[in-house]
């Protein structure tokens, strides 16, 4: 996948970035597949352009490493970082100690930093001029009430259908937080689908009807559900399909981190050599390349912001608990949208997995060895 200029954008996506001003604090939102990366990523690089100091924020490191690969031949100069990290450095750089963190030493304790600031006689008094934040409700309500303090103009991207961790904020949270000149922007398209796709993908839709996205016109393939005997025999088909179509990129979701440096292993073995995973405490599996094709190996959670051309889903009923559950529908949501052309489905175990054993075949095609 080549990086979009701003030519390839949808009129819809031009459009919106050219009737934004620089100043003032908007929020944006949007379904999955409507670019809103794509588009913070133009709004960081416009605002660069323009000549403001941009911080661009993402919630996860996956996404920040993306978000890089998108600017890097837009020209960008600002700075690109994790909310986490970056805000690490940016308070130890003003008090010269570590932030307040929650019991694990490592989560930002951003209550404690409020009740702080709330005491001090030193504010932050707009230390950034542009801030820019892509998958905004993965952040909590705290770093909100924040960014009247740290950011003159702030650009928030952000879907309330994409909240699938704890501490997050909705999109009424975050537009009241920002303040009442703060202005509101929706984008429509869905750019990234198949028809076939999206449709599957919003019956796990967690608004109401009225709120659901359009669906795209782009017509594909029927996502497959299928059940495998073993691991090997899963690896077997991913390296079958890698081999035949080495110029797709090609995604797997797995439930645990474990289970991604073994299916790359598995794949090495198999002569598939194009395979990257991302696991967030090894050195090994941290750093990715995206302009390049092949196998890339994520857990759910990292999967926020990416896409694929074909996306594998295994090991359906390690997906406990309510399958009617907000949470769970959501995370299902944000994974099947990551397909661009193929989704396929799959499980071990003799039945099928309750959260998706009612989908009809029209939307779920069954396939059987």
Not at 239 to 246: E, G, I, S, T
Not at 338 to 363: D, K, N, T
Request: hydrophobic share 35%.
């Amino acid at each position: 996948m080549s990086n979009p200029t701003f030519l390839d954008l949808a009129p819809e996506q031009q459009d919106l970035l050219l009737d934004l001003p620089f100043d003032g604090r908007y929020l944006v939102s949007g379904p999955p597949g409507s670019g809103k990366t794509l588009l913070a990523a133009h709004r960081a690089t416009m605002l660069d352009i323009a000549g403001r100091e941009v911080v661009l924020l993402t919630y996860s490191n996956v996404l920040r490493q993306y978000t890089r690969w998108l600017v890097e031949p837009l020209g960008f100069g600002g700075t690109i970082s994790t909310c986490h990290k970056w805000f690490h450095r940016f308070w130890r750089r003003r008090y010269n100690e570590a932030p307040p963190t929650k019991g694990d030493g490592i989560e930002i304790d951003w209550t404690e930093i409020l009740v702080q600031l709330s005491t001090s006689a030193i504010g932050f008094d707009g230390e950034i001029e542009s801030l820019v934040v892509d998958e905004g409700q993965d952040l909590p309500n705290e770093f909100y009430a924040l960014c009247t303090q740290l950011a003159v103009d702030v650009t928030v991207f952000a879907d309330d259908n994409q909240r699938i961790g704890k501490d997050q904020s909705t999109l009424s949270e975050i537009e009241a937080l920002l303040g009442s000149e703060a202005e509101r922007h929706h984008v429509i398209g869905n750019y990234r689908n198949s028809r076939q796709i999206a449709e599957l993908a919003n019956l796990f839709y967690c608004g109401t009807s009225s709120q659901a996205p359009p669906a795209p016109l782009r017509e594909g393939a029927v996502p497959t559900l299928e059940r495998y005997e073993s691991e090997n025999a899963f690896a077997d088909a991913v390296a079958d399909y890698a081999r035949v179509n080495r110029q797709l990129e090609i995604g797997v979701a797995l439930p645990h981190r474990q289970q991604l440096v073994a299916l790359t292993d598995a794949l090495h073995r198999r002569g598939i050599r194009h395979v990257q995973a991302y696991v967030s405490d090894s050195p090994y599996f941290r750093d990715l390349y995206f302009h390049k094709p092949g196998v890339k190996l994520f857990t759910p959670v990292s999967m926020k912001g990416q896409e694929f051309d074909t996306l594998y889903v295994p090991e359906l009923e390690q997906y406990a608990g309510d399958v009617t559950s907000a949470v769970q529908r959501m995370r299902f949501y944000v994974l099947a949208t990551r397909a661009r052309r193929e989704l396929h489905l799959s499980y071990r175990g003799e039945r099928e997995p309750e959260l998706v054993s009612c989908i009809p075949p029209l939307v779920l095609k069954r396939l059987h060895r």
